[in-house]
């Protein structure tokens, strides 16, 4: 008999269900079902079966790895994603590297990149220094950190 992880990993790796094909249904109810806020008691602490890292009994998503533990929202996001395109190859990761070492104690990369908010605290700390350390380290990390990784990060 499989173990639970698994099982899971395998419930995982289906894709999309086919509505017309009533066979390719997966089973909304599998054999041995994770603990879900309606069978779990309150503060009940498990382990991913994934990573084996301990979280709560009720979670839906391993905070650690980052997998859909549930298998309805796993269906739902493979759905949101598409044809298998998990991200937008929207920004550069060069450019953010750039900026960020260059104008990184404005905060210029972190417009560039979305996160208006943190773009903010930047420009009003430039005058601390903080933000000048922190583009060099951050622009680094932008120019060293994986393709996939950043474009799934940052779009």
């Known amino acids: 008999m499989p173990s639970r992880s698994e099982e899971i990993r395998a419930m995982l790796k289906k894709g999309p269900l086919d509505e017309s094909n009533p066979s ?3 089973n909304p109810e ?7 806020s309606r069978t779990a008691p309150a503060g009940s602490r498990i ?18 790895c980052g997998e859909t533990l549930d298998p309805a929202l796993h269906q739902r996001d493979m759905m949101r994603q598409g044809a298998g395109v998990p991200y937008t190859r929207t920004k550069s990761k060069v450019a953010a590297g750039i900026l960020a070492i260059l104008l990184g104690v404005v905060g210029v990369h972190k417009y560039y990149l979305g996160r208006i908010g943190q773009g903010i605290l ?9 933000p000048t350390l922190l583009g060099i380290i ?8 994986d393709d996939e990784r950043f474009w799934t990060k940052y779009g």
Request: hydrophobic share 35%; proline share 9%.
């Open 24 to 26: 390719l249904r997966v």
């Open 122 to 130: 930047y420009t009003l700390f430039f005058w601390t220094g903080i």
């Open 30 to 36: 599998p054999s041995s079902p994770l603990p879900t």
């Open 138 to 145: 951050e622009g680094i990390i932008y120019l060293t950190m």
């Open 47 to 64: 382990n991913c079966p994934i990573c084996d890292e301990d979280i709560s009994a009720r979670a839906r998503k391993c905070r650690h």
